[in-house]
C-alpha cells in the first residue's frame, strides 16, 4: 500500500509538473527571444531560482507558507489558520508540485530560449512578410526547429519519474510523515539511507524493476520522438 500510493503520487506529479511548466516555459521563452517588454527583467527573475542555494530557497518557502501566509490571513480577515504545509494532503501535495515548476522554471526556460537562437531569423522575416502571424510563427517554425529539445526534457523527465521526490527533502527533510504526500522517490531514499545490510536485497530487487519498467518506455518513446520530430522528417 505504501508503495501504491507513493507511485500514483509520482505519476500525478510528473503530469502536473510537465503539463504546467512545458506550456509556460515555451511561451515564456518565446516572449524573451522576441524580446518583449522587460525581457531582460524576467530572464534574471527566472534564473535566479537556479543559482541560489536550494536550502536558502526551501526555507524562503517554508517561512512564507507557516509564518507570513499566517499572518496575511489574520490581518485581513480577523481569522486564524494554520501554515500551509500544515494543511490536508492535498494542498501539501499542490504546494510541493508548485515549488518544483517554481524552481526547475527558469533553467527550461533558458534551455528553450538558447534552442531558438538556433532559428534563423530570415525564416521568421520570410513568414512574417507572408502573413503569417506570431502564433503561426511560433508553431509552424519555432517548435518543429526546438522540438529535439523539448522531447530530451520530456525523456528526462520519465526517466526521472520514480526518483523524483518533487523537492520533499528540500522542504520537510526526512520529517514528513503524511503518507498521502510522498512520491515514490522520496520513499525509496527514507528508506535507502536508513537500510541496514537485510534491507539490501529488497531494495536492489525494486531498483531492477524500475530499471525493466523505465527502459523499454524511454527507448519506446525515443523512437516514437524521433519519427514525430519535422527536422527528421
Not at 526556460?109 to 537562437?117: I, L, Q, S
Not at 519506446?220 to 520522438?225: A, Q, T, V
Request: aromatic share 14%; net charge positive; hydrophobic share 50%.
Amino acid at each position: 500500500p505504501i508503495y501504491g500510493i507513493a507511485l500514483k503520487n509520482s505519476l500525478i506529479a510528473f503530469l502536473l509538473t510537465t503539463g504546467i511548466s512545458l506550456p509556460l516555459s515555451l511561451l515564456m521563452s518565446y516572449y524573451i527571444f522576441k524580446k518583449g517588454a522587460g525581457h531582460k527583467m524576467f530572464r534574471s527573475l527566472l534564473f535566479l531560482p537556479s543559482i541560489i542555494s536550494p536550502m536558502v530557497l526551501s526555507t524562503i518557502f517554508r517561512i512564507v507558507t507557516d509564518k507570513i501566509y499566517p499572518e496575511l490571513v489574520f490581518k485581513f480577515t480577523g481569522e486564524y489558520v494554520p501554515g500551509l504545509l500544515m494543511s490536508d494532503s492535498k494542498t501539501v501535495f499542490m504546494l510541493a508540485c508548485f515549488y518544483t515548476i517554481w524552481t526547475g522554471f527558469g533553467v527550461t526556460t533558458m534551455m528553450y530560449r538558447g534552442a531558438m537562437d538556433g532559428v534563423t531569423p530570415s525564416m521568421l522575416e520570410a513568414a512574417s512578410l507572408d502573413g503569417a502571424g506570431e502564433f503561426v510563427r511560433f508553431y509552424k517554425i519555432i517548435l518543429p526547429m526546438i522540438f529535439p529539445t523539448v522531447s530530451v526534457f520530456l525523456l528526462t523527465g520519465i526517466t526521472g519519474i520514480f526518483m523524483n521526490q518533487i523537492n520533499l527533502f528540500n522542504i520537510f527533510s526526512s520529517n514528513l510523515g503524511d503518507q498521502m504526500v510522498k512520491t515514490f522517490g522520496y520513499q525509496f531514499f527514507l528508506e535507502t539511507s536508513k537500510a541496514t545490510l537485510s534491507d539490501y536485497p529488497r531494495l536492489t530487487a525494486i531498483g531492477l524493476l524500475l530499471s525493466i519498467v523505465t527502459i523499454p518506455v524511454v527507448l519506446g518513446l525515443r523512437r516514437l520522438f524521433n519519427k514525430l520530430d519535422p527536422m527528421e522528417g
